[in-house]
């Protein structure tokens, strides 16, 4: 695995889901919860972009790039929530943060900073993981061939 590729790709997403959640803000869309799915797409893009240069580079094996696109996509994803825990305390702490969408799945009531940002990460922990083994049986051909008679 090539650390620099997915450390790389991996602040790649985080600075995509920056810029697109600042730009929500900007515009005044920050508590729309159906436009903070579309981070999803940054998260495909930076996973497929650390799968693509493996292929490329000549990285094969379904467990090794398995483990790149995992990697790569935990690293957006911690980054991510901490810089919104960062942002959080910036624009006013628990103030700010009653002014955000309940609609996260683990939100609803009212949670704590801590709690919230928690939530978030578990969110992002299971997005990285299904969007990393969606996109393995994309590349799983072109990774690794079993049972293939030549």
């Known amino acids: ?3 620099k590729r997915v450390i790389g790709n991996g602040v ?4 995509g ?27 495909i893009y930076g996973v497929n972009k650390t799968l693509r240069e493996n ?7 379904y467990n090794t790039n398995l483990l790149a696109a995992i990697t ?3 690293v957006g994803a911690v980054l991510s929530v901490s810089a919104l825990l960062t942002y959080i305390y910036f624009k006013g702490g628990e103030v700010y ?24 990460l578990f969110e992002s922990v299971a997005t990285s993981l299904i969007v990393s083994f969606c996109l393995m049986q994309y ?8 049972n293939i008679v030549d």
């Open 1 to 3: 695995m090539n650390t």
């Open 12 to 15: 790649l997403i985080f600075l």
């Open 17 to 43: 889901i920056g810029i697109y959640f600042l730009l929500m803000e900007a515009l005044g869309l920050s508590r729309e919860f159906y436009l903070r799915v579309l981070n999803l797409f940054i998260v």
């Open 55 to 61: 292929i490329i580079s000549g990285v094969r094996g």
């Open 72 to 74: 790569t996509s935990m």
């Open 97 to 120: 943060l009653e002014s955000l969408s309940d609609a996260f799945l683990f939100g609803g009531g009212k949670a704590s900073i801590y709690n919230y940002c928690t939530g978030l």
């Open 139 to 146: 590349w799983k051909g072109k990774v690794e061939n079993i």
